[in-house]
């Protein structure tokens, strides 16, 4: 085999982050007021003594990231949604964004639906589109985000210390049981296939939350891989462990119904695409998380531990070690 041939083929077992770390990890050392480089839901860069910006960028691909058949206003919709989500991660104030768009042909109706749905969520969001880039090719849209945090207070997946709780938005699992409903793997009554069709579509990013927990989450995440996958990114950059008590993981009523506590707990571990926040919070700042989130739902759902590893714990007491890892970019 040709040389060039060995390494694309070790290439393709190499898993997103590996890729990430060896070629894409520390190009130049950090200096031109850069913060924080590569490694967390944004990077944050110096704007002046006060305030740094946080940027990110994410790209949905057609039958990737998204059924071929998703309506094009909620392809918009989310693809700014992913964006917002990395923001709240860093606990970001939304601001501009740049939107890259490669569509096969043009359609007026596509393109209208389309604007429609991003605009909808940018007002909502109060976020400008600045600019961007069009070309013909498969489907695949790319928007970069940017938002503002006050100096200091942004947000980081490093930072949660042994005695923390952990905490989540909303519920977990539902855009994978969605996603599992338009793929036809299972057959939902209407009401919960129009709901967590609408949760794997239209997520409701947690930017608000995420500026509200500076200065009293310790680290956070949003939960675009699964529940596993992305606390795992906080205890790999906290060099911590934790212990989740699978009886308080916060399931709708689509997923508490329809599935087994085993199947439902295997959902909410290792789906993706919830978009919600996963934070910890020190235990003498635990009481400062109702006035803050006391209008959002929110569920501590396990323990920062100085033992590595994540440890399910089920009512019973047992362990329970799910058999997915989360969505992999590279399998
Ligand atoms: P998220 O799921 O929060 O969007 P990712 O898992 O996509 O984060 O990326 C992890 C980190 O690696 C982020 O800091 C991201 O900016 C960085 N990253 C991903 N791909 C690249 C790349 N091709 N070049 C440089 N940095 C990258
Ligand atoms: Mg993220």
């Known amino acids: 085999m040709h040389s060039l041939d060995i390494l694309m083929a070790e290439d393709i077992l190499m898993a997103e982050f590996d ?35 946080a940027i990110t960028i994410d790209t949905l691909v057609a039958g990737v990231h998204f059924p071929e058949t ?11 949604a992913v964006n917002l989500s990395d923001l709240a991660a860093m606990g970001a104030t939304p601001v501009w964004m740049t939107l890259a768009l ?30 961007g880039d069009t070309t013909q090719g498969p489907l695949t849209v790319t928007i970069q985000a940017a938002g503002l ?3 200091g207070q942004a947000l980081h997946r490093q ?39 609408a949760r794997l579509n239209r997520p409701i990013p947690r930017w608000l939350e995420g500026q509200n927990l500076r200065g009293i989450a310790t680290s956070a995440i949003d939960i675009s ?22 009886e308080q993981l916060p399931l709708s009523e689509a997923i508490s119904t329809t599935l087994s506590p085993i199947e439902a707990w295997e959902l909410a ?27 959002s739902n929110y569920s501590k759902i396990g323990i920062i531990e100085s033992t590595p590893g994540i440890r399910c714990i089920t009512p019973e007491g047992m362990t329970f070690t799910p058999k997915g890892q989360g969505y992999q970019h590279f399998s």
């Open 225 to 246: 891989d699964g529940l596993i996958a992305d606390l795992g990114h906080i205890l790999t950059m906290s060099s911590v462990g934790a212990q989740i008590d699978l």
């Open 269 to 295: 571990l290792t789906a993706g695409d919830d978009y919600e926040l996963c934070f910890t919070v020190p235990p003498n700042r635990e009481k400062l998380l109702v006035d803050i989130l006391s209008t």
């Open 70 to 80: 998703t309506l094009p206003e909620d392809i918009a919709y989310k693809a700014l």
């Open 159 to 197: 930072g949660a210390k042994s005695g923390d709780g952990i905490y989540v938005t909303g519920t977990l699992g539902d855009a994978g049981l969605g996603l599992a409903s338009i793929l036809g793997q299972i057959n939902l009554p209407k009401s919960f296939r129009y709901y967590t069709e």
């Open 149 to 151: 945090v006050p100096f």
């Open 19 to 53: 890729i990430i770390a060896r070629y894409f990890s520390n190009l130049l050392p950090n200096k031109n007021n850069i913060a924080l480089g590569v490694g967390d839901d944004a990077a944050l860069y110096n704007l002046s003594e006060e305030t740094q910006l």
């Open 102 to 131: 490669t569509c096969p042909q043009i359609e007026e109706v596509w393109l209208s639906k389309f604007s429609y749905g991003l605009s909808k969520l940018a007002e909502i969001a109060q976020i400008n589109l600045i600019g």
